[in-house]
């Protein structure tokens, strides 16, 4: 166990309250606050900001994210 | 827990009555009132209106959207 | 609950026996009166309309669709 | 119900032993006798001709049809 | 019930031991012997050939194929 | 039952120890010896090679192959 | 049973704490230490690196990688 983390979903649980990076299928990206997430990886964000080439495009504030539609959630990329 | 959203769908469940953007798999966008939502994320919207570029291209009314062809729903950027 | 819609599918209980708009995957628009669906959002529509741009391009009569191919139904555009 | 069907599989029911017409998701059409089907929309037809533009292309006889590459199903447009 | 046939499955029941095609998603066909096959559509094929243009392309043997990649399963158009 | 394959499994079972080749639906192939799958098709190969156009590309060894990625799996190809 | 892998999840197992190359369905690249996954092969990789034509695009640290995007999983190849 590195780092408290046992199972995958234990780093979304680590993550909550903190800035998240989310690569969705379509190649977008969205960064928010993890506010909540659940099995299917659904997840809420909030303050949620969409980016073009890392540049903010637009903020969509809070929003719900079908989990089917993510590749990868970076909580570390998020802040770089 | 942030604004008593605990689980994804609580955002949802906060949501009804409210104005929400509804990003789809295909880049459409649909604005509407959310009526109703179950745990397939299939959602019922109340004076729905297509979006161009954020323009509104056409109301197509109260309309069925199946869960599996979202990516993700705003609450806030409706009204933005 | 808004017109007596406290769940998606009450809205196409609603609409059975009136015509509906089904926007499809693949871009196809169908026109028709919806005569059944299930849990799946199978549907069966009565006299079926296929739309190309918002015309009519030819009538397919009753028509079983199969529910993952769905992206919205609409009641009330069918008859806008 | 209208015509017996209440259900979207009382349509196909009703279609045993006639021709229908199947649309499937790589744009190519279908038609055959429908010989049998499940819940997966699994069909079987016999004497299936392959179309292109409407016109037949080839018979390729009895025929097993994944349920889950089929956009719809007209029973009426067949004989058209 | 036609044949014998009741259900999908029976026509693949009846086919083990005969020549087949099999029509893949990828447009790829694959012709061969049906030696087994299973509720998912998994199927094995003796002495399977891929087709290019209805033309023997490469005989690639006695082969495994995922049931979610087919289209459909053609007994009588094999021998054709 | 021919050469003792009575279901699909079978014939994968048979090759454990051998070389497959394996066809992915990114149009890639992969050369191994199988080492162990499970019902989900999800398997293991040692000595994995990527093939372009039949040339081996890249030697990418131990690997874990996701079953929903691949068409067919064919253990005759591979040493053909 | 080959170097104590008898299903294809004990490769993942016997990789904890090690380098893996995580080839992902939009061909994309990903590098890091495995530190946990689950039986849908969602997993965490700390230090993860995004290769280009196998050179390292950026570091995008610890990230969470859902299991239905993911084609292949190579250990050898990571510290090749």
């Given at each position: ?11 979304l649980?680590?993550s909550k309250?903190k800035?998240i ?12 606050t993890l506010i909540?997430f ?5 997840i809420?964000l ?35």
């Open positions: 166990m590195v780092n408290g983390i046992e199972r995958p979903l234990d780093l649980n680590q309250g800035e990076l989310v690569q969705l299928k379509n190649n977008q990206q969205l960064v928010g909540a659940d099995i299917h990886i659904n809420v909030s303050n949620t900001k969409e980016l073009d080439n890392g540049e903010v495009k637009r903020n969509i504030g809070m929003t719900f994210i079908r989990g089917d539609t993510i590749i990868y959630i970076s909580p570390s990329q998020a802040s770089a």
